[in-house]
């Protein structure tokens, strides 16, 4: 499954991208068909066969791909291809149960640099740039997946890895690298980690961040922004569909172009699984349109988004997705109300007081849920933290319909950081 069917597909006028997608469609379903015996067995149960898919309007016909799926047919039954022309292998998680294994063929592996590489571009890196790269290599996609897709396109590769940021902060500092790539909680700890070592993060050589694999408000981004004075663009992806390079902002920053020639986007009402209307906020579900080693069609990701399908002041046509604002499976409820951790930080960040960094701690007394959230102080807070308390509380109650049974402000520096994997900013203890 080639990806060289057209020169720029990321340009293409939206009718000829449709034309595109409905090939390519054609020929994965097939593939999948052919190859997977979930698949086969699914079409079989609701009496289609890949005939009756001739166009992205009627995926609607088939029923949704889910995680479970991939851990009942674990570790690698939802593979197309025999073992043998698998040439690498990655795994999610598994933070509740089995990691998901996700295989690439040499072909699959091209696509992957490809996509990577565009959001490079995108971004206004050029194979004159050097990447630092601060995602964890291994199993988990990000490691390897920005590495080589910044290799494909010339760039020079740092690969400090995660953690050590002590090492990340000297490496920026002597090596002069142009862009980083790494998790948006640790760019703010890196930051921190540079000012103890005596080094302005504004100062150092950076121009572009590359961020991804957690939420990230407009009010971190911007945090990010201000601390290391250089661009910052999110990143989105999963390995299930191919690791990070499914989506990228470019430098207009007006969300993430979704590489729909390879990756063909829906977004459904989490609950019901009907399609919500473009702008409409639902649950993103991804299709795979060029995947040889594992074909996935209409992947619920449990991600929260919205689609925008008007031209990008960059040119590029490709449909954008807003950037996460939390998952289907993290929404809380306490007490009746129904929020998401990302609507909690987008409120306190809204207060110049406090830091970025904060936990939300869900406990149960007696037959009554509790909600406690605990928040950092800037280092030179020097104002009432009565005071402060009160107007994040009330600024809670009006944003959101709640107020935390507790609201705890501490030193700059109380919450624990993380510098390898994702942050943790909930605690259910129910």
């Known amino acids: 499954m080639s990806s060289s069917d057209e020169a720029d597909p990321t340009r293409l006028p939206r009718p000829e991208l449709r034309r595109l ?22 079409f079989d149960e609701h009496g289609l066969t890949p005939d009756d898919i001739e166009s992205v309007e009627d995926l609607s016909k088939l029923p949704f791909t889910t995680k ?75 490691g390897l997946g920005f590495h080589d897709g910044a290799t494909a396109m010339g760039m020079a590769v740092v690969p400090t890895g995660g953690g050590n940021t002590q090492r990340q902060v000297e490496m920026l500092a002597d090596l002069e690298s142009d862009a980083i790539c790494l998790t948006p909680s640790y760019a703010l700890y890196l930051a921190e980690v540079a000012d103890d070592m005596g080094y302005d993060p504004a100062d150092l050589p950076l121009s572009v961040i590359l961020y991804g694999a957690e ?73 795979t349109l060029t995947k040889d080693a594992l074909p996935v069609l209409r992947y619920r990701t449990g991600d929260l988004t919205t689609l925008d399908s008007e031209t990008c002041e960059c040119g590029r046509t490709c449909v954008r997705m807003d ?78 319909g709640f107020t935390p049974d507790e609201i705890d402000l501490v030193d700059a520096g109380s919450i624990e950081r993380t510098a390898v994997g994702k942050v943790r900013r909930v605690y259910d203890h129910r």
């Open 21 to 42: 997608q409905n090939r390519r469609l054609r020929r994965v379903v097939r593939h999948a068909y052919e190859n997977v015996d979930f698949y086969r067995e699914t």
């Open 68 to 142: 479970e799926d991939f851990r009942d047919n674990y570790p690698t039954g939802m593979f197309a291809v025999e073992m043998d022309d698998v040439v690498r292998i990655h795994a999610s998680s598994g933070t509740t149960g089995k990691p998901k294994i996700v295989g690439y063929t040499r072909d699959d592996l091209a696509i992957w640099r490809d996509v990577m590489a565009r959001g490079f571009r995108g971004a206004g890196l050029t194979s004159d740039d050097s990447l630092q790269n601060a995602y964890s290599y291994g199993l988990f996609t990000g």
């Open 215 to 287: 939420p990230c408000t407009e009010p971190m981004r911007n945090e990010i922004e201000t601390k290391f004075d250089a661009l910052a663009v999110e990143n989105y992806g999963l390995s299930e569909i191919i690791g990070p390079g499914v989506a990228v902002e470019c430098s207009e920053q007006a969300g993430m172009h979704i590489w729909e020639d390879h990756f063909y986007p829906e977004v459904i009402d989490p609950d019901t699984g009907d399609p919500v209307a473009e702008g409409e906020e639902g649950e993103l579900v991804l299709t």
């Open 323 to 400: 950037g996460v604002t939390g998952r289907a499976d993290d929404l809380l409820i306490v007490r009746g109300v129904n929020f998401y951790p990302s609507e909690v930080e987008s409120v306190v960040l809204e207060f110049d007081e406090v830091a970025p960094h904060y936990r939300i701690d869900l406990r149960r007394d007696d037959s009554l849920d509790r909600l406690d959230l605990t928040v950092e102080l800037v280092e030179d807070f020097d104002g009432s933290i009565a005071d402060l308390e009160r107007r994040i509380r009330k600024r809670l109650s009006d944003v959101l």
